[in-house]
């Protein structure tokens, strides 16, 4: 169902996304070992490789890293371990049906058993994800199979003592049958974390694919909705379809949530749209408090600021000043570029704006 709100495993769920499907098709065919999803939130990052993995056949394992960081405040090892065992046991039958073999695959990993419906690791045992993905390596390459492991949100691994953009690298360098997909919403940091472009980095100069989720079009969106409302049986008024992409702005999570209210829970247009800026609202809220927590005020002053229609530096300085007290201007600027980073602010023509007319909505609320 196109409506469904939980992040799509299908195909058939999932609307459009060709090129992008192809360019992971093309990826993985082509044997590359390294592809980085960049895309705003709620714009189907997940949803796109989560699709495109099981519709190509490849088996694999999706770790929600940002889950994992919110779980602990940090990234261990063996939390990311946990993580990628967990998902071998949830998807057991469906290796079988694709011929992949786990327990021949980890029969060299002693403390990690495999039966016919569980995966488990012996309590207490310590297992590297080196190991792990080397062994998964070795098997796929004997057997002509490639296996793909998924950091979902992935910039999150820089809370760690591990240097995970130096096992990253390893992985790439040596395990010819292993494709790492990343995927971050918050792409500035993501770029910071990988620091491809940086000689000294791990990752430098490594061959990478990168595929860019945009939001639909306006197009896009209108055929996503008529189509969702059809697969349901629901007959809409065209006015209202028109008005829910004018204000959810080709957001594809966002037109999902009107759609559910609309046609699934039948709440009427007007009612339906007003819940997704309010329950969405409340979501933004939670996470960009975690986001603006190191500077808190002075984070809400900016973003209240622009949610209210100050765009230009001298506006937003005023008000930040008004609210907060002095501030330098290096300290504003770092202040606006980590929004920038976050996906929370974008930054056109010497003007600030929020993107997100969700995560505008929220900002108005915003007390500094
Ligand atoms: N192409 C699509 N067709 C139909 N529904 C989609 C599509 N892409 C995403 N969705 C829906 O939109 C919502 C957000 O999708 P998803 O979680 O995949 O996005 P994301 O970019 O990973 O978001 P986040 O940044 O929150 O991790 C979900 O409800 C999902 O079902
Ligand atoms: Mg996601």
């Given at each position: ?239 209202e379809v028109e008005e829910a992409v004018e204000r959810l702005d080709g957001i594809v999570g966002w037109l999902t949530y009107y759609g559910y209210y609309r046609a699934v829970r039948g709440m009427p247009h007007r009612e339906a749209l ?95």
């Open positions: 169902m196109l409506f469904d709100v939980a992040p799509k495993e299908r195909r058939e769920d999932l609307y459009d996304r060709e090129r992008e499907l192809q360019e992971l098709r093309d990826a993985l065919e082509l044997g590359e070992r390294l592809v980085v999803v960049y895309g705003v939130r709620r714009v189907g990052k997940t949803s796109l490789v989560k699709a495109g993995l099981r519709e190509l056949e490849v088996p694999h394992v999706l770790v929600d890293v940002r889950e994992l960081y919110y779980a602990e405040n940090i990234i261990r090892m063996q939390a990311l371990v946990s993580r990628v065992v967990e998902g071998f046991r949830r998807q057991l039958r469906w290796y079988r049906r694709m011929g992949f073999d786990l327990r021949s695959a980890l029969r060299r990993i002693r403390r990690i058993r495999v039966g016919d419906y569980e995966v488990e690791v012996e309590p207490g045992a310590r297992v590297l994800l080196t190991s792990l993905l080397s062994e998964l390596d070795a098997w796929c390459r004997r057997h002509g199979m490639r296996f793909a492991l998924v950091l979902d949100e992935a910039q999150y691994l820089r809370f760690s003592n591990v240097r995970y953009d130096g096992v990253i690298a390893w992985a790439v360098d040596n395990l010819p049958s292993i494709t790492l997909v990343l995927t971050g919403s918050e792409v500035g940091l993501l770029r910071d974390f990988l620091r491809v472009d940086d000689p000294e980095a791990p990752l430098f100069g490594r061959y990478r694919r990168e595929i860019r989720v945009e939001r639909f079009s306006r197009e896009q969106a209108v055929g996503f909705l008529l189509e969702g409302f059809r697969e349901l049986g629901v007959t809409v008024g065209e006015g007003a819940r997704v800026f309010e329950e969405g609202s409340r979501l933004v809220l939670a996470e960009l408090e975690r986001a603006i927590a190191p500077s808190r005020r002075r984070y809400a002053a900016i973003l209240w600021a622009v949610a209210h229609g100050a765009s230009r530096w001298r506006d937003i300085k005023a008000y930040v000043v008004g609210r907060t007290g002095h501030i330098t201007d290096r300290r504003l600027s770092d202040l606006l570029k980590k929004l920038v980073k976050y996906g929370y602010l974008v930054k056109e023509g010497g003007e600030y704006r929020i993107p997100d007319p969700v995560v505008r909505r929220a900002c108005l609320n915003l007390r500094p």
